[in-house]
């Protein structure tokens, strides 16, 4: 299991990723992260034909000044392609005014393979971020 978080709140662009400061766990050899990168690498090694992980998400989100209050949302990504069956959408009803959001998905990873995952802003506008925590849990 691993353990990323950001607490202090950030800007995220539109189709950016949210950015991890911290490792408040540090991973094994299978779960690779660069503290200030927004980019987990999950790795396959396994004598099965693959390898599980859970990968949990949660983090407060808003409309920073300075735009337009209305639905926002992110989504783990996989690749870089977001999974919308892990879309997190709220709608603030004005600016800077925070929500919690969360998801969670299995993700295969082929044996002696990697996959790179992140939690993408899906939204149409710039959204803030804070107390952002990635937990990812090798299952098998």
């Known amino acids: 299991m691993a353990e990323y978080v950001a607490v202090s709140a950030q800007e995220v662009a539109v189709n950016g990723n949210v ?5 408040a766990v540090q991973g094994n050899n299978c779960i690779k992260h660069r503290e ?3 980019i987990v690498t999950l790795r396959g090694i396994t004598n099965q034909c693959r390898a599980r992980y859970f990968v949990d998400f949660s983090a407060n989100i808003a409309v920073p000044t300075g735009g337009t209050a209305g639905a926002i ?3 783990i990504a996989i690749s ?3 999974v919308l069956s892990s879309q997190m959408i709220s709608t603030p009803t004005a600016v800077d005014q925070y929500n919690n959001v969360s998801a969670g998905i299995y993700i295969d990873v082929p044996a002696q393979c990697c ?3 992140a939690v993408e802003n899906t939204s149409t506008q710039a959204i803030n ?6 937990v990812v849990t090798r299952e098998a």
């Open 19 to 23: 950015i991890f400061t911290n490792t």
């Open 36 to 38: 200030g990168s927004g």
């Open 73 to 75: 949302s992110l989504a």
């Open 80 to 82: 870089g392609e977001p």
């Open 115 to 117: 996959v790179n995952i």
């Open 129 to 134: 971020v804070a107390n952002a925590n990635l």
